[in-house]
């Protein structure tokens, strides 16, 4: 099946600190024989075009069984469109995302326009020069939007995935019709969790949409010891360590997590907490962390490739991801950072909102909690600290969990049925 894939959000190269999700699951669909491109944004710095080779076919060169000759790696073909003249100029996607940088950033509004025209010149064009047999559209706006309406001139089917960023927080009537108009003329909808689901279903109560997550990759989280030891040295010398990994935006409500540390410092005075991520509210929360006295207590860490992440999960004690609804009405709309903390061994706290509950079984792969409330994180997580067998039979369940319902070969073949299905129906 030769698929074309849309996407805004994307690595713009190896090691980049961008989320990664639509590229793993478009590898897991390569990764059972199928033929992918992506078509997404250009940023600054990155290649106009490129190959990310098949994962197991790199491992089976490298094991000295490669191909024969005249035999290449199979691999997802990315073809980044540029939308601004300037390479520096392009300013709407990457970076924390569209919706954030649209309200930020002069820069990105004056982007939009040419995004949109690029975005649908682009698409026209690889439809017209190449054959596919389906479109898979990650968001609905405003790729999904442009798939549907050029797919009916090339007679192709469309596969819509909702991420929940792309219809939670898309509350003006104008904006839910176009939701509307796109969601009833796509050949299936998928939702990332339940509560994604949910919300596509008060937009378009006609449509049927499935719930396929993204996933994880187990072998990948699996961490290394000896740099998750330097890490929480570096870190926590004396103490437990407790992390959080997120964008520091609204609805990750970091600010609660902040709230919650002065009372687990009465009970471990050692703790240490570290805010890996990046944001518009990194000033905001830096000056809550110095209004709430916690001074070296706190670590802001920054970006850090994907790469080193299981190091980090697994130099902590505890994983917390404090999501809120925020007053946008934008919420979590699975959680992925908490399958990888799972993978890498480490027990998790989250807020009981959006898809969360999906991963974190309250009492059986993590523990829940109500949002914005900073007492009842505190005592959810030092519940985990000072209860280490617990946490080992979460993490043993939480892995368990995972591995039936989050594992990318499994997303890969729920993704490859409703294509087929689709497929099906269009002929």
């Known amino acids: 099946m030769r698929i074309l894939v849309l996407a805004t959000t994307f690595p713009r190269w190896k090691g980049d600190t961008e989320p990664a999700f639509v590229l793993d699951v478009s590898q897991a669909l390569v990764e059972r024989g199928h033929q992918l491109v992506a078509l997404v944004p250009h940023a600054a710095g990155a290649a106009r075009e490129e190959t990310f080779e098949n994962l197991s076919s790199v491992l089976k060169t490298a094991s000295g069984s490669g191909e024969s000759a005249g035999e290449t790696r199979a691999g997802l073909r990315v ?28 820069m990105a509004r004056l982007n939009l326009p040419a995004f949109l025209w690029q975005q649908r010149r682009w698409v026209g064009r690889l439809l017209r020069r190449e054959p596919f047999d389906l479109i898979h559209s990650h968001w609905i706006l405003p790729q999904g939007f ?6 009916r001139q090339a007679n192709l089917p469309v596969v819509l995935t909702a991420h929940a960023g792309d219809i939670f927080p898309l509350r003006r009537p104008g904006l839910r019709a176009l939701l509307r108009y796109t969601l009833e003329r796509a050949a299936a909808v998928t939702a990332n969790s339940r509560a994604t689901a949910a919300e596509l279903l008060q937009v378009a109560p006609g449509i049927s949409p499935a719930v396929i997550p993204m996933g994880v990759d187990l072998e990948r989280f699996s961490p290394r010891p000896e740099q998750a030891r330097a890490l929480r040295q570096a870190l926590a010398p004396n103490g437990s360590l407790i992390l959080h990994v997120g964008r520091f935006a609204p609805k990750k409500g970091q600010t609660y997590l902040l709230r919650a540390m002065p009372h687990i410092l009465q009970r471990r005075p050692e703790a240490r ?21 916690l001074g070296e207590r706190v670590h802001f860490i920054g970006k850090v490739p994907h ?12 994983f917390v991801l404090p999501s809120i609804v925020s007053p946008s009405g934008d919420t979590e709309g699975l959680g992925v ?31 829940l909690v109500e949002e914005k409330q900073p007492e009842a994180l505190a005592k959810a997580i030092l519940q985990l600290l ?30 490859e049925s409703l294509f087929e299905q689709a ?3 269009r002929h």
């Open 79 to 106: 073809v980044r469109f540029p939308y601004w003249p300037s390479e520096r100029g392009q300013q709407l996607c990457y970076n924390g995302g569209a919706l954030p940088n649209l309200r930020q950033s002069w």
């Open 146 to 151: 442009f798939a549907v309406r050029q797919a």
């Open 273 to 293: 907490l570290a805010l890996i991520g990046f944001g518009p509210l990194q000033p905001a929360l830096q000056s809550e962390a110095r209004s709430l006295g």
């Open 307 to 318: 790469e080193e992440m299981p190091d980090y999960f697994a130099a902590a004690d505890v």
């Open 337 to 367: 950072v908490l399958l990888e903390a799972l993978a890498a061994g480490t027990p998790v706290v989250a807020s009981r909102v959006g898809g969360i509950p999906d991963i974190v079984r309250d009492g059986e792969t993590g523990l």
């Open 386 to 415: 000072e209860q280490p067998a617990l946490g080992r039979r979460l993490i043993e369940e939480g892995r368990r969990h995972i591995e039936q319902f989050f594992s990318w070969p499994g997303v890969a073949r729920r993704f």
């Open 423 to 425: 497929l099906q129906e």
